[in-house]
């Protein structure tokens, strides 16, 4: 009988033990996909300024994008015959930025009404350097122009 006892004992503070493992392993696994999920979303997250903000920024931090959204100023836009590098500027009401592209522009680039939003890297005293370019759709600015030329 004193041996039953024991052996019940026994179970008893197995059981116990392993739901103590168990609930420890459940929270470093928790712990550890929240820090990933975490980090996968900080490595995701990039920053968005005007033309204006972004002159009064240090340089972007090696390894991270930033966006700036302005309007391509006109007559800015170079291209060597031949190459895919562009060199423009890019401005808003207050500021302009130089930046460069290599790469093909979409059509929209050239329409005065676009709102361009650039992603990529800026150093002060430098070109902004454009990795992707985010062309915004000018329809409703179009459509404002057309309705004014019909009452006009």
Do not use: W
Not at 93 to 114: K, Q
């Amino acid at each position: 009988m004193n041996d039953e006892g024991h052996g019940g004992y026994n179970s008893e503070s197995k059981i116990t033990a392993n739901r103590g493992k168990f609930l420890f392993a459940a929270t470093i696994l928790f712990a550890a996909l929240g820090y990933f999920a975490y980090m996968a979303f900080q490595g995701a997250t990039v920053y968005y300024y005007t033309v204006t903000e972004i002159s009064g920024q240090p340089a972007t931090a090696e390894g991270r994008m930033v966006r700036v959204s302005g309007k391509l100023k006109p007559g800015s836009f170079h291209r060597v015959e031949g190459s895919t590098l562009a060199h423009f500027s890019l401005m808003d009401d207050l500021t302009e930025i130089e930046a460069v592209h290599n790469g093909v522009l979409p059509d929209l680039f050239f329409n005065e009404h676009s709102e361009i939003i650039l992603e990529g890297s800026h150093s002060p005293g430098k070109e902004f350097d454009s990795q992707n370019v985010i062309v915004k759709c000018p329809s409703k600015y179009v459509a404002m122009e057309e309705s004014g030329k019909e009452g006009g």
